[in-house]
């Protein structure tokens, strides 16, 4: 099935560890997209990719990194710098301009 | 830069009855313009988008939506409500230039039974 794939649902953190979400989409789409929602509020842009081995950052890039060596995937890293990761993480792909965003399912991240 | 305001956070409605949800939007240029609705624990699930051509647009589960440029809104909209519409939706934009989607805060709607 064609698709974006997050992983995993549920990941708890300790204080002071990184923590990385994966993310793979099998749509052959270029860009890709890293989203937090927290409770109560919209999504706001974490960091985005149009293509392979490039990226930029978003509006809450600060104790967050991405990484883009393949097409198919783009993998976040929750640092021990962002001092409130507790958040429901989407990430998110398209393609051209005119076209729709396709979202994976979420992962739940929570600091323990 | 570009925006999309969702004025209601919460739109209560009774099944059987018409919905709107409302969106504005602030762009340079032609704007596309998209609708998603996101179940509790789940990631969003697209609806439909307005890219250029007729100005109601049509979509999945029977929602449609109105693009009005004078009023620079785009609404969603379904003549029927049922119970299992009640989610959160989100409108959104795309910025132009660059491939970052933006999306409002979201308008929870509760369709009673």
């Known amino acids: 099935d064609g698709g974006i794939t997050q992983s995993p649902k549920y990941l708890f953190r300790k204080e002071g560890q990184n923590v990385t979400l994966s993310c793979e989409q099998n749509l052959n789409h270029d860009a890709m997209y890293w989203y937090r929602q927290d409770p109560g509020q919209g999504l706001r842009l974490i960091y985005y990719?149009?293509?392979?081995?490039?990226?930029q950052k978003g509006d809450i890039a600060e104790g967050y990194s991405v990484s883009r060596e393949k097409k198919e995937s783009f993998p976040l890293t929750v640092t021990s710098a962002q001092k409130n990761p507790t958040a429901f993480y989407l990430c998110?792909?398209?393609?051209?301009?005119?076209?729709?965003?396709?979202f994976g399912e979420g992962s739940w991240l929570t600091v323990v | 830069a570009q925006s999309v305001a969702q004025p209601e956070d919460q739109v209560n409605v009774a099944e059987g009855n018409p919905l709107t949800v409302k969106c504005t939007y602030s762009?340079?240029?032609?704007?596309?313009l998209f609708w998603y609705v996101q179940y509790p624990n789940r990631g969003l699930q697209f609806l439909l988008k307005y890219i250029t051509g007729d100005n109601l647009v049509k979509g999945s589960y029977g929602f449609e939506a109105e693009f009005n440029k004078s009023q620079t809104s785009f609404h969603l909209k379904k003549p029927s409500a049922l119970v299992s519409d009640s989610a959160l939706y989100f409108c959104a934009v795309r910025d132009h230039g660059t491939y970052k989607y933006i999306f409002g805060t979201g308008t929870r709607l509760k369709v009673l039974a």
């Open positions: 998110a792909s398209s393609i051209g301009e005119r076209n729709t965003i396709y």
């Open positions: 762009v340079s240029g032609n704007p596309y």
């Open positions: 990719s149009q293509i392979v081995n490039d990226f």
